[in-house]
């Protein structure tokens, strides 16, 4: 599943091929893609002849600021899912599998909504003050836009006795971490996934709000992660480079690269942690 640094790698391509531009009209061929809509008129009627002002991110979601006149007035929102993409292409190139909404731009481009599990969504929604969609407000702090609220909202794990890897992917107090990212922040962290966030001390708290940046900041430095199913692809069907940093998922039974010991894959709340049991107390 694309996580923060997935979807800031798109954004940032994404603001490329779409400042500026018009979406002349959209075309969804598969309802689910647009399911908080009843009907998906209601989704690309108010796209059409829209002008793409800003494409804004928080934690997993994409908020594209469009509008008809002179300022944005809609927000088009999309979350990838499992293995949501979105894809570049010319009028004139063979589409892939599973592009299930087109957007007709002008300057005979396409962009693609391609999402062969089809857990991703776009839908429209209200511009809220920061911006951004108004149903984003609910998302907690975001560790690359709002850098100096992270240590205040680690602060929130100490009154937990949740493990701290659940608190992580708790999108209402950090938002953007997902299972892989978990894994690799509390390695570098060097903190078990299972410790109560109140058995955290002031200095690992303060550890883990520097970890927390530094980890997404670099993996956004290469574009991201793509596993062995490959399906996170950036906007031209690229893949990302950060995988090859990964110090604990993905690596299990294999050495670690601090200590030697072998890295663990342990099953708890329906979701595998990698660790390394001698760097990670
Ligand atoms: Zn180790």
Redesign the pocket.
Known sequence: MPELPEIETLRRDLSDLLLARTIKSVTVRHQRSVRAHAFSDEFSEPLAGCVVYEVFRKGKFLSIAVGHGASPDLALVAHMGMSGQIRSFSMYDSLPKHAHIWFELSGDSLMVFVDPRTFGQMYLDELGSSGMAASLGRLGVDPLNEPGLVRQAVKRFSSSSVGIKWLLLDQTIVCGIGNMYADEILFHAGIRFDRPGSSLSESELDVLSKTIPAVLSEAVALRGSSLKDLQYRDVHGAIGGYQKMHLAYGREGMD?L????KIERVFANGRSSYL?R???R
Do not use: D, E, F, K
Not at 258 to 261: A, F, I, S, T
């Open positions: 670690c601090r200590c030697g010991q390394c001698s760097c990670q």
